[in-house]
């Protein structure tokens, strides 16, 4: 017998680390939260190629690092779907946008996995990020603009979601 997958998803600041927490304290789960997970690892890997490693936003970032943190999730979770139920935190903002994206997870994980898509007002996702000081933000903040429209306008996912407004604060 399987366990339940959850996957939290969502713009920058929207709460997914908190809100994924908190989810899997409720339903009493091993909580894969993607900057836990490869953190280190990516600072220590970025240090070593002489890049900045508070990096996450640059195309060297996302064409060395990305898929291959995200298939390490999975990886994780799937080991751990035999014990107990995962929840995975990141943002997979491209995934989200494929309609056949959790048909390609149900494959992998063996059974379908639940997506939560978070929402929040893009002014309390900018104090948010500015309140959680850390460093890695910084270059986000100094150019919100641009960086909140490489998540779009917020659409909610083309695949099947729960939506979930996290604009309280938190």
Same mark, same amino acid.
């Given at each position: 017998?399987l366990?339940?997958c959850?996957?939290? &998803?969502?713009?920058? %600041? *929207?709460?997914?680390?908190?809100? %994924?927490r908190?989810? #899997?304290k409720?339903?009493? #789960?091993?909580?894969?939260d993607?900057? &836990?997970?490869?953190?280190?690892? *990516?600072?220590?890997?970025?240090r070593?190629?002489d890049h900045?490693p508070l ?9 060395i690092y ?13 080991? +751990? ?7 995975? *935190?990141?943002?997979? &903002?491209k995934?989200?946008?494929?309609? +056949? ?10 059974q379908?996995p &639940?997506l939560?898509?978070?929402y929040?007002?893009?002014?309390k996702r900018?104090k948010r990020?500015k ?5 890695r933000?910084l270059s ?7 960086n909140?429209?490489?998540y779009?306008a ?6 099947p979601?729960i939506?979930v407004d996290n604009?309280?604060?938190l």
């Amino acid at each position: 017998m399987l366990f339940e997958c959850h996957i939290i &998803t969502g713009s920058p %600041g *929207v709460g997914k680390s908190y809100y %994924g927490r908190r989810f #899997a304290k409720e339903i009493k #789960a091993i909580l894969l939260d993607i900057d &836990t997970c490869s953190e280190k690892l *990516v600072m220590a890997g970025l240090r070593a190629l002489d890049h900045d490693p508070l990096d996450r936003d640059s195309q060297f970032f996302k064409d060395i690092y990305r898929d291959a943190i995200y298939e390490t999730l999975f990886e994780i979770a799937k080991e +751990n779907l035999i014990l107990h139920n995962v929840v995975i *935190v990141g943002p997979f &903002t491209k995934e989200i946008r494929q309609q +056949n994206w959790l048909e390609e997870l149900t494959e992998k994980f063996e059974q379908r996995p &639940t997506l939560h898509y978070l929402y929040c007002e893009p002014h309390k996702r900018f104090k948010r990020v500015k309140n959680r000081n850390n460093p890695r933000d910084l270059s986000k903040l100094d150019d919100w603009e641009s960086n909140s429209s490489y998540y779009g306008a917020e659409e909610p996912p083309a695949c099947p979601h729960i939506y979930v407004d996290n604009s309280k604060d938190l």
